[in-house]
């Protein structure tokens, strides 16, 4: 009985080494422009700022290290700690109110239906108004001698919608937010909307589900990633306000509209003291990054 040799496994043959080291070189010269933006605007700038906060460097004047005073200082400032609080205040009303609204838009133009696409682009057209114009635009509405608010709400009674309190002045703020974003965000919503299968609510609808529970156990789930995007858009942008009250209320009433940002603003060009903005700037970004680490944890979490 002849014994057969087993049969040996058919290895193909591997790309020389030259080759590879060719494609290596062709991948880091397509990713070189790209690094290279990255690293001048923002990777170089980001530790200029690191640097600067840890030395008293006024803007006019040679810097001298002083660190960590610019970070021990920071507990003692009270406009600091006055636009902390309120920054969170508005950061919680603008989220609440501006997701509730986009995501309510984006549900009403959701199905085809005659009318739909014109809903679609009066709703996204004030994202086309660049925020600086629109905050104008609101500041000549809201104006206390010409603005047209005061002469169809207020009627013969005066108010004061940018400056007279600081509900009015946050309102004011809060509503040109909402005119300026909702549809943005409702189109990011509509979209993740439109990726869920037609064929998972009409199982459901034939399951007995009532709009509710379809909406509950169906959409809300399967839209978890869009809405985690929507949120850290909406949160991201709300601490780093400040058009709107810089045109608007100038953070008045008394510091009462004043944001984070306003703050480094005032640090750096009114007091002149670029080392204390930069302390500011940098514990932000720190609280940003936890921020969006945490929530794409959570993301993780459950789409797992």
Do not use: C
Request: charged share 15%; glycine share 8%.
């Amino acid at each position: 009985m002849t014994l057969l040799a087993p049969a040996r496994p058919t290895v193909l043959p591997s790309a020389p080494p030259r080759r590879k080291r060719n494609k290596q070189w062709i991948g880091a010269l397509y990713a070189a422009p790209t690094a290279f933006v990255v690293g001048m605007f923002f990777v170089v700038p980001l530790g200029l700022v690191v640097w600067m906060s840890l030395h008293h460097w006024p803007l006019l004047g040679a810097p001298t290290l002083n660190a960590p005073e610019n970070y021990a200082g920071l507990g003692d400032d009270e406009l600091l700690r006055t636009a902390v609080w309120f920054t969170l205040k508005y950061t919680v009303v603008v989220t609440v109110l501006l997701f509730a609204l986009s995501f309510g838009l984006a549900l009403m133009v959701q199905h085809r239906r005659r009318g739909v696409g014109l809903l679609r682009t009066a709703f996204f057209l004030p994202a086309a108004v660049g925020f600086a114009s629109a905050s104008l635009l609101f500041l000549g509405l809201l104006s206390d001698e010409i603005g047209p608010v005061n002469d169809l709400l207020a009627g013969d009674a005066y108010v004061s919608w940018t400056s007279g309190s600081p509900n009015t002045a946050l309102g004011s703020a809060v509503v040109l937010v909402l005119w300026r974003f909702a549809g943005f965000n409702m189109l990011i919503l509509l979209t993740g909307l439109q990726a869920i299968p037609l064929d998972v609510y009409e199982a459901a609808r034939l399951d007995g589900a009532t709009r509710f529970q379809i909406f509950r156990r169906i959409t809300v789930p399967l839209m978890r990633p869009t809405i985690a995007l929507v949120l850290t858009l909406m949160i991201t942008g709300s601490l780093l306000a400040f058009d709107q009250f810089w045109i608007l209320t100038r953070g008045g009433p008394d510091n009462s509209t004043t944001s984070l940002v306003m703050v480094i603003y005032r640090e750096a060009f009114i007091e002149l003291d670029l080392g204390s903005a930069a302390a500011i700037s940098v514990v932000l970004l720190g609280v940003l990054v936890v921020f969006n680490a945490i929530q794409l944890g959570v993301l993780r979490r459950r789409s797992q």
